[in-house]
């Protein structure tokens, strides 16, 4: 189908590619790893989160220290990153999914806020705002070396193609439908006999981890770890990509941050005010196209796209 | 210096920031007040002002220049943020989730275009007197308590005005709210939308011009501490967090309570600021933010329960 | 031994005293009006019973289970549902999908389809199936409420004004509808349509300014003079 066509494509672009564009597609499949975890809580659950980037770095910094501070090897070191995005995916989901609507924004912005300053202040150990470049160890995974562009390109495929295989069955399944219809009409679904608020929490828990997946991935690929992916910034993005790209649809976070990712490119070889072009993107996508890309495709053509 | 004179001119600095916070945030209570919208790129409005204000003393030097940049800069940002609300905000009939997506992509456009007019470097501008003025402290001698005068501790005629004239436009918002035809017309709107509007109040022009007030409030706010801080791109982003913290703590909506809590906010950012690290402030006043809104949703002196 | 019983249930918003002190009790496999005048607490009471309101005082117990501190969810886990009073179906969805929500519950597997099909075809919705919910028209949407009910098997139903909007051959089938149910399921329902409630109800229940004002079969409460001068007053020309 669609989707195992995507990837079938994205494996042949690995032979066919030029160097340049390789790097960064490899990027990108990365992010929209990291947009597709944004879009199940955003698109499916119906809950606009302002502090993603939260979770990516917990998965970042937590495989980069257990790298860094306790010599891990990149597996190990993986499997930390992911752990820590589940925890903290997990408390933030406990005290944030008390509140709704633009509460839930500002307290999920606050929380992100909170980590990206510790990042800051505990620099002793998490080296601030400079960050640090991933020794060697914890890009080895399994003999292979994750810096070569080769096995990093096939890497970022492969963490790509788990989360979107992964939400495609999640959304197909029960659980998915049942987090559709809540974002429909969440009273309606309690009445039903479900509870809406477990969930919920099994949502953010999943989106959360799956973000910590890509952040973990992003810095073992690329090699260095840094606050910025702590910044508010980057809770911004994943939002831009979804709505971009449509949001709700399966294949929507990889076009949205396809796109966006080129436009920036360009724009930032015009200037240094690059997120201008996100500036203006995002009001006019919230005024002229909420549905986003795909959701377009989905409303004129196709409406069983998932 | 020793505790005493420390914590005094501790205070006095953070009385300072009080000031300009309360200014900055009346304008966020307002309009979230009146609209129930969430303006995110309430820091740039600030930011634009302090941006205006050396611009506007560029062209004119000395204390005249200063002048009218309090006057031409407030007007400005003011008109700029009608402009906003007229042309994004009302299209979207001012959803609350879709308007905090469309002002962070303001946010963007604002910044980024800063950045391409005035640059990345923080500029200064000069105070329109400047007199320093030292300040006593009691000291317990051998004939009893006498008045001492330690080095370092003191204040500056400028500071204190800047005070002074924070208090004066902020006595002026409340008796336009509480006394005059348009205050009451925005009190109205805000305490029910839709009797406003069976009363003929034009609700749309009333919201447009309150997004412009609370806008030129956060202008006025940093035309007033510019002197003291430098003008700089982004300069924006802490005003907006603090801003946030007062009036969410304050109570959304309720003008006393954001006061108080400006207040006690400015001087505790100020006071813990001298003694503890800044960014240790920020993280527990960001956490502090979060925990209000998880628990006590109505903040310190909650308006309704909502 | 009654199927739900409710002991001195009082809720206040405010200052308003919005139900005051209600007891009730509905055998298993009745059939119960639940009447009065706008603003009498029907509503608050029903939600007090499903468990979208938390009562100030009082108790509700189902089947001699005491489950006033229970979540809504768990309740409608036990053998309640409840239709809206302003219709309250999944209009994204497709009517097909609604009421698989509803009976995934208590069905998985292979079963699950065929206990759609069954609820449609009860309300005569099953033509309608791969329709979008919000395309409905209002009546078909209202019987989709009650296809959803249904689908969850209840022992207890809870239905908040289903006939209001439709058209009398629709209420005709609803009552149709309910006459077949009854005896299987226990069914509460509120309502203003007084044909509908002296053809339908084993008993009739009336509450007025949060009391219940009197209780009895259709005929005793046609009698009632209190009941008459608070509710019937003298222009209901639809009475029986």
């Given at each position: 189908m669609l989707h195992l066509g995507l990837l079938a494509l994205l494996l042949a672009a690995h032979f066919l590619l030029p160097a340049y564009h390789h790097g960064n597609l490899a990027r990108v499949m990365v992010l929209a790893s990291y947009a597709l975890a944004y879009n199940l809580l955003?698109?499916?659950?119906g809950l606009l989160s302002l502090g993603h980037a939260l979770f990516f770095a917990a998965g970042m910094y937590g495989m980069g220290m257990g790298v860094q501070h306790l010599g891990l090897g990149a597996g190990a070191g993986l499997i930390l990153g992911i752990g820590s995005g589940a925890v903290v995916s997990a408390l933030v989901a406990a005290l944030a999914l008390r509140t709704s609507g633009v509460a839930f924004m500002i307290v999920t912005l606050m929380f992100a806020q909170a980590g990206f300053l510790a990042i800051l202040h505990f620099g002793a150990w998490t080296r601030g705002d400079e960050g640090f470049v991933l020794a060697q160890a914890g890009r080895t995974l399994w003999g292979m070396d994750l810096s070569a562009p080769g096995t990093r390109y096939l890497a970022a495929l492969a963490l790509f193609s788990v989360c979107l295989l992964l939400s495609l069955a999640l959304v197909r399944a029960p659980f998915g439908r049942v987090l559709v219809a809540i974002r429909e009409n969440e009273e309606r679904v309690r009445m039903l006999g479900y509870d809406t608020q477990a969930h919920r929490f099994a949502a953010m828990v999943a989106s959360g981890t799956m973000a910590a997946a890509a952040g973990a991935v992003y810095g073992m690929l690329f090699g260095y770890v840094g606050a910025t992916f702590a910044s508010v910034q980057y809770s911004i993005l994943p939002l831009l990509w979804v709505l971009l790209g449509g949001a709700g649809t399966v294949l929507g976070p990889f076009i949205g941050t396809l796109f966006m990712f080129y436009l920036i490119d360009l724009g930032s070889g015009l200037t240094t005010a690059y997120m201008l072009i996100a500036g203006v993107v995002l009001v006019g996508l919230t005024l002229f196209?909420?549905?986003g890309i795909m959701g377009e495709v989905r409303r004129r053509l196709w409406r069983g796209l998932p | 210096m020793e505790f005493g004179p420390h914590l005094m001119l501790a205070t006095l600095e953070g009385a300072v920031t009080a000031a300009v916070l309360a200014l900055t945030a009346a304008g966020l209570s307002l309009v979230f007040g009146v609209m129930r919208v969430v303006n995110i790129a309430h820091g740039e409005f600030f930011m634009l002002g302090a941006v205006l204000a050396w611009w506007v003393t560029q062209a004119v030097a000395g204390p005249w220049g200063f002048a009218l940049a309090l006057v031409v800069a407030p007007l400005l940002v003011g008109a700029l943020a009608v402009a906003a609300d007229v042309t994004i905000l009302r299209r979207l009939s001012y959803d609350p989730e879709r308007t905090i997506v469309a002002t962070i992509g303001l946010l963007y456009i604002l910044q980024q275009l800063t950045l391409m007019t005035f640059g990345p470097d923080a500029r200064p501008v000069v105070a329109p007197f400047n007199a320093r003025i030292a300040l006593p402290w009691v000291e317990r001698g051998p004939e009893g308590w006498t008045l001492i005068w330690p080095w370092g501790l003191g204040t500056t005629s400028y500071k204190l005005a800047v005070i002074g004239a924070a208090g004066a436009v902020l006595a002026a918002l409340w008796l336009f709210l509480a006394r005059s035809r348009a205050g009451l017309v925005m009190r109205a709107t805000q305490a029910d939308r839709e009797m406003a509007t069976a009363f003929g109040v034009p609700v749309e022009r009333v919201y447009a011009l309150t997004f412009g007030l609370g806008a030129a409030l956060a202008a006025l706010a940093a035309v007033l501490i510019v002197p003291i801080q430098q003008a700089h791109y982004l300069m924006g982003a802490d005003p907006l967090l603090l801003s946030f913290i007062v009036v969410i703590i304050g109570g959304l909506g309720s003008l006393p309570g954001t006061l108080l809590a400006a207040v006690l906010i400015g001087l505790s950012d100020g006071i813990i600021s001298v003694f503890f690290s800044p960014t240790l402030a920020k993280i527990l006043a960001t956490l502090l933010v979060a925990l209000v809104l998880v628990f006590r949703p109505q903040g310190l002196f909650g308006a309704r329960g909502r | 031994m009654s199927l739900l019983s409710v002991r001195g249930l009082t809720r206040d918003f405010d200052g308003l005293r919005a139900v005051d002190g209600v007891d009730l009790d509905l055998a298993a496999g009745e059939v119960r009006a639940l009447i009065g005048p706008n603003g009498a607490g029907k509503t608050t009471l029903v939600g007090m019973i499903a468990g979208r309101i938390a009562p100030s005082r009082g108790r509700v117990i189902l089947d001699g289970r005491d489950i006033t501190r229970l979540p809504a969810h768990r309740r409608m886990r036990l053998g309640m549902a409840y239709t809206f009073q302003i219709t309250s179906v999944f209009t994204g969805l497709s009517v097909a999908e609604n009421v698989w929500l509803a009976a995934r519950r208590r069905v998985r597997g292979a079963g699950l389809a065929q206990a759609v099909r069954a609820a449609l075809a009860r309300v005569g919705l099953e033509g309608r199936a791969d329709q979008v919910a919000g395309d409905l028209a209002y009546g078909h949407q209202r019987l989709l409420e009650i296809a959803m009910g249904l689908a969850q098997r209840p022992r207890l139903l809870i239905l908040d004004?289903?006939?209001?909007?439709?058209s009398e051959g629709e209420i005709a089938a609803f009552q149709a509808l309910v006459r077949d149910l009854a005896g299987e399921v226990t069914i509460l329902l509120i309502e203003h349509n007084m044909a509908v409630v002296m053809a339908l109800a084993e008993r009739i229940t009336v509450m007025a300014g949060g009391r219940i004002l009197a209780e009895g079969t259709p005929p005793e409460i046609h009698a009632n003079r209190a009941v008459q001068a608070a509710y019937l007053g003298g222009d209901d020309a639809a009475d029986c």
């Amino acid at each position: 189908m669609l989707h195992l066509g995507l990837l079938a494509l994205l494996l042949a672009a690995h032979f066919l590619l030029p160097a340049y564009h390789h790097g960064n597609l490899a990027r990108v499949m990365v992010l929209a790893s990291y947009a597709l975890a944004y879009n199940l809580l955003f698109g499916y659950t119906g809950l606009l989160s302002l502090g993603h980037a939260l979770f990516f770095a917990a998965g970042m910094y937590g495989m980069g220290m257990g790298v860094q501070h306790l010599g891990l090897g990149a597996g190990a070191g993986l499997i930390l990153g992911i752990g820590s995005g589940a925890v903290v995916s997990a408390l933030v989901a406990a005290l944030a999914l008390r509140t709704s609507g633009v509460a839930f924004m500002i307290v999920t912005l606050m929380f992100a806020q909170a980590g990206f300053l510790a990042i800051l202040h505990f620099g002793a150990w998490t080296r601030g705002d400079e960050g640090f470049v991933l020794a060697q160890a914890g890009r080895t995974l399994w003999g292979m070396d994750l810096s070569a562009p080769g096995t990093r390109y096939l890497a970022a495929l492969a963490l790509f193609s788990v989360c979107l295989l992964l939400s495609l069955a999640l959304v197909r399944a029960p659980f998915g439908r049942v987090l559709v219809a809540i974002r429909e009409n969440e009273e309606r679904v309690r009445m039903l006999g479900y509870d809406t608020q477990a969930h919920r929490f099994a949502a953010m828990v999943a989106s959360g981890t799956m973000a910590a997946a890509a952040g973990a991935v992003y810095g073992m690929l690329f090699g260095y770890v840094g606050a910025t992916f702590a910044s508010v910034q980057y809770s911004i993005l994943p939002l831009l990509w979804v709505l971009l790209g449509g949001a709700g649809t399966v294949l929507g976070p990889f076009i949205g941050t396809l796109f966006m990712f080129y436009l920036i490119d360009l724009g930032s070889g015009l200037t240094t005010a690059y997120m201008l072009i996100a500036g203006v993107v995002l009001v006019g996508l919230t005024l002229f196209a909420p549905q986003g890309i795909m959701g377009e495709v989905r409303r004129r053509l196709w409406r069983g796209l998932p | 210096m020793e505790f005493g004179p420390h914590l005094m001119l501790a205070t006095l600095e953070g009385a300072v920031t009080a000031a300009v916070l309360a200014l900055t945030a009346a304008g966020l209570s307002l309009v979230f007040g009146v609209m129930r919208v969430v303006n995110i790129a309430h820091g740039e409005f600030f930011m634009l002002g302090a941006v205006l204000a050396w611009w506007v003393t560029q062209a004119v030097a000395g204390p005249w220049g200063f002048a009218l940049a309090l006057v031409v800069a407030p007007l400005l940002v003011g008109a700029l943020a009608v402009a906003a609300d007229v042309t994004i905000l009302r299209r979207l009939s001012y959803d609350p989730e879709r308007t905090i997506v469309a002002t962070i992509g303001l946010l963007y456009i604002l910044q980024q275009l800063t950045l391409m007019t005035f640059g990345p470097d923080a500029r200064p501008v000069v105070a329109p007197f400047n007199a320093r003025i030292a300040l006593p402290w009691v000291e317990r001698g051998p004939e009893g308590w006498t008045l001492i005068w330690p080095w370092g501790l003191g204040t500056t005629s400028y500071k204190l005005a800047v005070i002074g004239a924070a208090g004066a436009v902020l006595a002026a918002l409340w008796l336009f709210l509480a006394r005059s035809r348009a205050g009451l017309v925005m009190r109205a709107t805000q305490a029910d939308r839709e009797m406003a509007t069976a009363f003929g109040v034009p609700v749309e022009r009333v919201y447009a011009l309150t997004f412009g007030l609370g806008a030129a409030l956060a202008a006025l706010a940093a035309v007033l501490i510019v002197p003291i801080q430098q003008a700089h791109y982004l300069m924006g982003a802490d005003p907006l967090l603090l801003s946030f913290i007062v009036v969410i703590i304050g109570g959304l909506g309720s003008l006393p309570g954001t006061l108080l809590a400006a207040v006690l906010i400015g001087l505790s950012d100020g006071i813990i600021s001298v003694f503890f690290s800044p960014t240790l402030a920020k993280i527990l006043a960001t956490l502090l933010v979060a925990l209000v809104l998880v628990f006590r949703p109505q903040g310190l002196f909650g308006a309704r329960g909502r | 031994m009654s199927l739900l019983s409710v002991r001195g249930l009082t809720r206040d918003f405010d200052g308003l005293r919005a139900v005051d002190g209600v007891d009730l009790d509905l055998a298993a496999g009745e059939v119960r009006a639940l009447i009065g005048p706008n603003g009498a607490g029907k509503t608050t009471l029903v939600g007090m019973i499903a468990g979208r309101i938390a009562p100030s005082r009082g108790r509700v117990i189902l089947d001699g289970r005491d489950i006033t501190r229970l979540p809504a969810h768990r309740r409608m886990r036990l053998g309640m549902a409840y239709t809206f009073q302003i219709t309250s179906v999944f209009t994204g969805l497709s009517v097909a999908e609604n009421v698989w929500l509803a009976a995934r519950r208590r069905v998985r597997g292979a079963g699950l389809a065929q206990a759609v099909r069954a609820a449609l075809a009860r309300v005569g919705l099953e033509g309608r199936a791969d329709q979008v919910a919000g395309d409905l028209a209002y009546g078909h949407q209202r019987l989709l409420e009650i296809a959803m009910g249904l689908a969850q098997r209840p022992r207890l139903l809870i239905l908040d004004e289903p006939t209001q909007g439709l058209s009398e051959g629709e209420i005709a089938a609803f009552q149709a509808l309910v006459r077949d149910l009854a005896g299987e399921v226990t069914i509460l329902l509120i309502e203003h349509n007084m044909a509908v409630v002296m053809a339908l109800a084993e008993r009739i229940t009336v509450m007025a300014g949060g009391r219940i004002l009197a209780e009895g079969t259709p005929p005793e409460i046609h009698a009632n003079r209190a009941v008459q001068a608070a509710y019937l007053g003298g222009d209901d020309a639809a009475d029986c």
